[in-house]
């Protein structure tokens, strides 16, 4: 939750529990976090650099994502959110560095069952794609070539249960063009679910869902965190939701700006970053009902 | 019996019209919404442009027109993926790049003679036994593939980005996709002409996706009003004495219309 103060237009945001202040960062820029006893992190970038035709996008990203991980990707418009995102997903080539999702090149991944991805919005969804919600989340089961999918109904109990979990039981069967942005979105977030990901990744997943939608989805993905162990990157305007919910943060301006755990992100940083002062402010009743 | 089926041309037409109907919206479904309609109509004038030099050259036009569709095909697709050229633009260049060729083909054989205008516009009277077994072999393709291929064609045609993170070989489906799009042109142009054939790959979709719920439905609805209009519109091309392709292509755009008509008065009466 973001909060417009006084004259200035100063951005105030504070996680739960912490005091403001104007301490300097801790030392974590440009680092990973501590160790996760040994494991593989889940998602590392090594160096990386990439460049739209031939404009810098991302300048030596170093930085590692471990298991139960709950990130959050800040960063004012342009500064290479969902580049990362993209560059992490395979879906971009960096331009220097290595990225490795897994452990693996992101093109050599064989285990896409393990991640979930949740972009702002699905090209179909604008065509008048006919495709049921039931269909849609159905595609997240999607484990290689089986030549009889066609003929098999797409009700499985996990598909059902996806569904449940978003609260979109009773739309199951309507077209996903047919829905409100916000049930589009936890259409896209079901389909992530029933898969079963160790990994979420999601782009700005609430833009255009409306206040209660987002908290309910906030606390979904706390849930998921928390109790499953599901890693969770994600992209998000809302710092006051990013510094709330997540365990570590990633303060992008095409380079890291800060990495670190979201306790230790200052206002100093995040006025750095978006250029304009920024206070932390103590914010937690919207939570208390978990 | 019907007048209609006494006559052997007439039944291999319909034979044929019913294959052409039931693949070209079975592809198209996927081009449409895709936003690749006009593949089809580019896929057409590489078509023509093989049939014209397999007629210049007196070598098997029709197998001529197959690979420079299959070649077409791949090369847009191509561009199109490797992001080389936006996807309407590399289209757009093939269209006429071919037409252009077409052109200066026909013109170096002397003008256009009857053996091309069966091809641009149909002839129901030349389509023998060999076409229809070519026909029937590329639609236990076209639709073996579609249904052994269906979950990847629905997510790339759903998202790009997500089917790739699920797992999808996104380039390799698009690529079949247009080269089975690109030999069912071919092989459908005797019937309803190489010029009319996108039509049926684009119209009875629309239809049916102001219809159907459902992938799968729209799918089956998109092949049914395909069959339906090409089985329609070749019997009022029989009996009316009119230009077969032209009747299928008329009858498919006037069940849109009526499809349009009926939503359009049904919201009406809701609201």
């Known amino acids: 939750m973001t909060q417009h103060t006084g004259p200035n237009d100063s951005l105030r945001v504070l996680p739960r529990g912490e005091e403001p202040s104007d301490a300097a960062g801790d030392g974590w820029e440009g680092k990973a976090p501590p160790g996760n006893g040994g494991q593989h992190p889940v998602l590392e970038f090594q160096g990386v650099w990439f460049s739209y035709a031939l404009e810098p996008v991302l300048q030596d990203i170093t930085l590692s994502v471990n298991r139960g991980d709950f990130v959050a990707i800040l960063g004012p418009n342009g500064s290479g959110k969902t580049s990362l995102l993209r560059l992490a997903l395979g879906l971009e080539r960096a331009t220097r560095g290595r990225v490795l999702l897994f452990g693996q090149p992101p093109d050599r991944l064989r285990t896409w069952k393990s991640v979930g991805y949740v972009p702002q919005i699905a090209e179909g969804i604008q065509e008048r794609f006919p495709a049921t919600v039931e269909e849609v989340v159905a595609q997240g089961l999607y484990q290689g070539l089986d030549p009889l999918a066609f003929f098999r109904r797409s009700h499985k109990a996990e598909v059902l249960e996806a569904l449940e979990s978003v609260g979109l039981t009773p739309l199951a069967g309507r077209r996903i063009s047919a829905l409100s942005v916000g049930q589009q979105q936890r259409a896209l977030i079901a389909r992530a679910l029933v898969r079963q990901a160790e990994l979420l990744v999601l782009d700005e997943p609430v833009a255009g869902v409306d206040t209660a939608g987002q908290e309910q989805f906030y606390s979904l993905l706390h849930r998921l965190n928390q109790e499953q162990g599901i890693t969770v990157v994600l992209v998000s305007h809302d710092i006051g939701a990013m510094l709330r919910e997540a365990t570590t943060c990633a303060c992008l301006n095409r380079t890291l700006v800060f990495h670190g755990p979201t306790h230790s992100l200052t206002s100093n940083e995040l006025s750095q970053l978006y250029g304009l002062p920024v206070e932390v402010l103590l914010h937690d009743v919207l939570h208390e009902h978990r | ?271």
Request: hydrophobic residues 65%; proline residues 2%.
């Open chain 2, 1 to 271: 019996m019907p007048a209609i089926f006494e006559y052997d041309f007439m039944v291999r037409s319909l034979i044929g019209g019913a294959l052409v109907g039931a693949m070209a919206p079975a592809l198209g479904i996927f081009l449409v919404l895709r936003r690749l309609s006009l593949i089809a109509d580019t896929l057409s004038h590489v078509a023509l442009m093989g049939v014209a030099v397999g007629l210049l050259t007196h070598t098997m036009p029709v197998g001529v027109a197959l690979a420079s569709t299959t070649l077409g095909a791949v090369a847009i697709e191509q561009l199109r993926l490797r992001k080389a050229l936006p996807g309407d633009a590399a289209m757009a260049v093939f269209l006429y790049t071919a037409l252009a060729i077409a052109v200066v083909v026909i013109s170096l054989a002397g003008g256009f003679n009857v053996g091309l205008f069966s091809y641009l516009f149909g002839s129901i009277l030349t389509i023998d036994a060999g076409d229809l077994w070519l026909a029937g072999g590329l639609a236990v393709v076209v639709l073996g593939s579609i249904v052994a291929l269906f979950s990847e064609l629905a997510q790339s045609s759903f998202d790009t980005d997500l089917a790739r993170t699920t797992g999808v070989q996104v380039n390799g489906v698009s690529i079949l996709l247009a080269v089975l799009t690109g030999a069912a042109i071919t092989l459908s142009m005797r019937i309803v002409g190489v010029l009319l054939v996108g039509a049926l790959i684009v119209i009875p979709v629309l239809a049916s996706l102001r219809v159907a719920t459902g992938l799968r439905a729209a799918l089956l609805t998109a092949v049914a009003l395909g069959v339906a209009s090409a089985l329609a519109g070749l019997a009022i091309a029989f009996y009316a004495n009119l230009a077969a392709g032209g009747a299928v292509v008329l009858t498919a755009a006037g069940v849109l219309l009526l499809i349009e008509a009926v939503v359009f008065l049904r919201g009406r009466k809701r609201a």
